[in-house]
T-cell receptor
Framework: AQSVAQPEDQVKVAEGNPLTVKCTYS??????LFWYVQYPNRGLQFLLK??????LVKGSYGFEAEFNKSQTSFHLKKPSALVSDSALYFC??????????????FGTGTQLKVEL | DAGVIQSPRHEVTEMGQEVTLRCKPI?????LFWYRQTMMRGLELLIY????????DSGMPEDRFSAKMPNASFSTLKIQPSEPRDSAVYFC??????????????FGEGSRLTVL
């Protein structure tokens, strides 16, 4: 079975500081990993994904994520946070080899709050 | 492209009534997913379709829930009879995956259901 864990319910950072939102995953085969963002009363929006290749993936709005196979992690990062980055962030995993098909399993979400 | 379109955006109904939620996926997308989001349980996959065929409905909570996709441009999620514990935001998402497992999901804005 595939699963993903987001250990922090909330992350607070000051504007201009770097931010990290943590995610660890568990799959039997090779993972496809995704980050999504949800603003209040909106649907989830795709930020970035790791399929294969370079472990550092760059996505929308200046976000990036680093795939670490040995630590089974896919942490979301941004060098300089903006107040407008405040939102709910979801990590998701898909495990193709175990017949997960095209189902994405989402984490519980991490509320990011960027303060002035 | 207009994106994934869901209706209604808000629905308030009384216990025992039938509820029908509608979704129009992005044209050309092969996969359609129905998710439910609650504070307690996070994002749960209810069912997904590939080329209008239901592939996995193991997330459908009870027989009161049913979903159909009569054609490539329309899907419904029906709850009959509805109960207060069905109150949630229901999201529809589509994906241009082509079976590769690498495609991201495109979410609609959601249908917020309140059952009194």
């Amino acid at each position: 079975a595939q699963s993903v864990a987001q250990p922090e319910d909330q992350v607070k950072v000051a504007e201009g500081n770097p931010l990290t939102v943590k995610c660890t995953y568990s799959v039997s085969g090779n993972p496809y990993l995704f980050w999504y963002v949800q603003y209040p009363n909106r649907g989830l929006q795709f930020l970035l994904k790791y399929i294969t290749g370079d472990n550092l993936v760059k996505g929308s709005y200046g976000f990036e994520a680093e795939f670490n196979k040995s630590q089974t992690s896919f942490h979301l990062k941004k060098p300089s946070a903006l107040v407008s980055d405040s939102a709910l962030y979801f990590c998701a995993v898909r495990d193709i080899l175990t017949g997960g098909g095209n189902k994405l399993t989402f984490g519980t979400g991490t509320q990011l709050k960027v303060e002035l | 492209d207009a994106g994934v379109i869901q209706s209604p955006r808000h629905e308030v109904t009384e216990m025992g009534q039938e509820v029908t939620l509608r979704c129009k996926p992005i044209s050309g997308h092969d996969y359609l997913f129905w998710y439910r989001q609650t504070m307690m349980r996070g994002l749960e996959l209810l069912i997904y379709f590939n080329n209008n065929v239901p592939i996995d409905d193991s997330g459908m909570p009870e027989d009161r829930f049913s979903a159909k996709m009569p054609n490539a441009s329309f899907s419904t999620l029906k709850i009959q009879p509805s109960e207060p514990r069905d109150s949630a935001v229901y999201f529809c998402a589509s994906s241009p995956d082509r079976g590769l497992g690498t495609g991201e999901l495109f979410f609609g804005e959601g249908s917020r259901l309140t059952v009194l």
